[in-house]
């Protein structure tokens, strides 16, 4: 940079030279570009919505939850406390009729009006109480009182004499004990009511009845809130205490799955009079009571929703004074990058742009830097000026050598093709060199066993016309010697049968291999006649040959270059994988591989190959028997032809002394040949 005052002391020191890499300026990317304030303004509305969902989240799993756990708390203490007030309302009923029944007992003898004085105390000192009345042993009612502060206008003289022989109260009477019955519309008041009976001197029955409506209001007194109902209800459903002043009088039932919800020990949702409630249930002492304190669902979310909203609009309000922030501070710094940007397009025009001022480092810093790029770029380009006009001079002198070059490697490729044919060519002819060899020799059995057991037939054939000629022949001579002539036949007909699929598996795969013609075959037909003809080879080594091919798989495809494959295959196995070892076994095992191709894997379990020899064996005139016969050509060759020929894949996988796998991935069409 030493030389950059000279540089800029030039007439052209304040323009920088175009340049095609300039060409469309600076605001190429601006099109998914963003300003300083809309960024910020997204990252401040992305910060409030994650407050917001942060706020709904606690609100929906902290807070919603423990305000329901609180209110099922406060449920269930005042559901107690009703109970217990329902429970002492009661045992104040009982306590009060086991009272008067004593006075009365111990007074058999007294008048009506002593009774009418009893009875008459015992229902104003009942708060619930609507009226008591005495049923003669006939079960009528003798003496009856009704509460002041009914409002129905039942009279009580006109029930004296009353008929209560067939009433369930007298019919189920307990004799000995005081009882409580369930809900039932009373025949004096014509109103659902609760009775409490005790049994008089004679068989008389002394009754007490409380009213539902009278005894909902008692219970309800407690009760703070006017949100807060509460219904006391038996196991079956009915309704003993119902503060709903339009059903007051009449029977209900709650629904079966709203009294199996109430006697759960938690508190629970419930739909009561078309609306959502939060009910607690508590049993009335020892009585099949359940005490059930509702509120309001909507009620018991409310304090969680009115703080939701509270700090919904805390953060509203803090978004808007944050971003009345972000508009004050980002109006300088917009400045600011507007000139850089002004600078720049300069820059871009060719002009060193002129030093400014900014009150902020971070922009001093760019601005100096912009100027210093500018001095560089006009120093850079001079020297790349100077550098351009060297390299095109070499490029040209580097251009000639190369099309020199190129012309000679164009030979040189079509050398190799050549070659590489004629190698191809040599291995097929070498291959069938001995496929003949093998047949000779493989034929040479057949063959002499036919001619040994037709010699024998020819001596048995003289030894019958000898017989034949003397007269003396017996039947067992001619049966034996029919047998001999059968078994003989039968010989010469497998041996025979034996040469002569020797004799035509050779010609179908040498005419394959030499006109190397395309056309649909069973991929078993074509293993199964290899493996005759390298049978010799394989007898001779110990191996046994196993085939694991689908009988019906076909190809379309060139079945000379498939055989020569499997040939040189199997062959590198006999040589390689199971040299200077006896015996041995190679599989040769074909599957599908979808719809339009097939895995051929043809698997010995000999010496295996080290890893520095797996990476070349495919490599021309590689080999690792180099002075024993290898010529280093078996396995490229194979490479070739079913990369090219049949236009699949290939790949080993082996482990030294485990064995070697070759697979073959095949096209069940091979590719049309150019």
């Avoid at 052209?12 to 300003?35: F, H, I, K, Q, T």
């Avoid at 058999?108 to 009893?118: V, W």
């Avoid at 037909?525 to 390298?534: A, G």
Wanted: glycine share 6%; charged share 20%; with cysteine.
């Amino acid at each position: 940079m030493a030389l950059l005052p000279n540089l800029t002391s030039s007439p052209v020191d304040n323009r920088l030279p175009s340049s095609p890499a300039l060409e469309g300026g600076l605001c190429a990317g601006s099109a998914s570009a963003l300003s300083i304030q809309t960024l910020l303004t997204r990252r401040i509305l992305l910060i409030a919505a994650v407050q917001v969902l942060l706020l709904l989240a606690i609100a929906k799993w902290q807070l919603y939850p423990d305000i329901e756990q609180l209110q099922n708390s406060l449920n269930s203490t005042l559901a107690n406390n009703i109970a217990r007030t329902a429970n002492d309302s009661l045992t104040r009923s009982i306590h009060a009729i086991k009272a008067t029944t004593s006075v009365m007992n111990d007074n058999p003898g007294a008048n009506d009006s002593f009774q009418m004085a009893a009875v008459r105390l015992l229902v104003d000192s009942q708060p619930a109480a609507e009226s008591a009345y005495i049923i003669s042993p006939t079960g009528r009612i003798d003496t009856i009182a009704l509460s002041s502060h009914r409002t129905n206008a039942v009279d009580g003289a006109n029930r004296r004499g009353l008929d209560m022989s067939r009433n369930l109260l007298f019919l189920k009477r307990n004799r000995t004990e005081i009882a409580i019955s369930p809900v039932f519309i009373s025949s004096v008041s014509e109103q659902l009511q609760v009775a409490v009976t005790s049994p008089l001197r004679f068989g008389a029955l002394l009754v007490l009845e409380l009213g539902l409506s009278s005894l909902a209001k008692e219970v309800n007194a407690p009760v703070l809130g006017s949100d807060i109902s509460v219904l006391i209800t038996d196991n079956s459903g009915q309704l003993v205490a119902n503060p709903d002043s339009k059903q007051e009088g009449q029977s209900v039932m709650l629904p079966i799955e709203m009294v199996n919800a109430l006697s759960r020990p938690t508190s629970t949702d419930i739909t009561w009079n078309n609306q959502r409630w939060l009910a607690t249930s508590a049993p009335v002492g020892k009585l099949d009571w359940w005490v059930v304190v509702m509120r309001p669902a909507a009620s018991v979310k409310a304090p969680v929703d009115a703080i939701v909203r509270l700090l919904l609009f805390a953060n509203a309000l803090l978004l808007v004074f944050s971003y009345s922030a972000l508009l004050y501070a980002t109006r300088s710094m917009q400045q600011a990058t507007h000139t850089l940007i002004t600078d720049a397009q300069l820059l871009e025009q060719g002009t060193i742009p002129p030093e400014h001022h900014f009150r902020i480092l971070e922009w001093q810093q760019i601005d100096a830097s912009l100027r210093a790029m500018a001095h560089a770029l006009l120093y850079r380009e001079t020297l790349l000026k100077q550098s351009n006009d060297a390299l095109e001079a070499r490029v040209h002198e580097r251009t000639q050598h190369l099309e020199e070059v190129n012309t000679e490697l164009n030979r040189a490729m079509q050398r190799l093709r050549s070659t590489q044919d004629e190698l191809i060519q040599s291995g097929k002819m070498a291959a069938l060199g001995s496929m003949v060899a093998g047949v000779a020799h493989e034929l040479n059995t057949p063959v002499g066993n036919a001619r040994l057991v037709a010699t024998t037939l020819l001596d048995r054939s003289r030894d019958l016309s000898t017989l034949l000629a003397t007269g003396r022949v017996s039947r067992k001579e001619i049966d034996q010697i029919a047998l001999d002539f059968q078994y003989a036949a039968e010989i010469i007909d497998k041996s025979l049968d034996r040469a002569s699929e020797l004799v035509r598996s050779f010609k179908q795969v040498a005419s394959d291999q030499t006109s190397n013609q395309r056309r649909r075959f069973k991929l078993f037909d074509v293993v199964r006649e290899n493996e005759l003809l390298l049978s010799p080879r394989l007898l001779k080594a110990g191996v046994t040959l196993k085939i694991d091919v689908p009988p019906d798989l076909e190809l379309d495809s060139f079945p000379g270059d498939l055989g020569q494959v499997i040939t040189n295959l199997v062959e590198n196995a006999v040589v390689h994988a199971y040299a200077d070892q006896p015996g041995g076994v190679i599989e040769i095992c074909v599957r599908p591989q979808g719809e339009d191709k097939v895995l051929l894997q043809i698997v010995d379990h000999g010496h295996g190959i080290d890893g520095a020899t797996l990476g070349r064996i495919f490599d021309p005139f590689f080999t690792t028997r180099m002075g024993r016969g290898g010529t280093g050509l078996g396995l490229s060759i194979v490479y070739g032809i079913v990369t090219k020929s049949l236009g699949g894949k290939i790949s080993v996988d082996s482990d030294v002394g485990r064995g070697t796998t070759f697979e073959l991935e095949l096209d069940l069409v091979a590719p049309m040949r150019p």
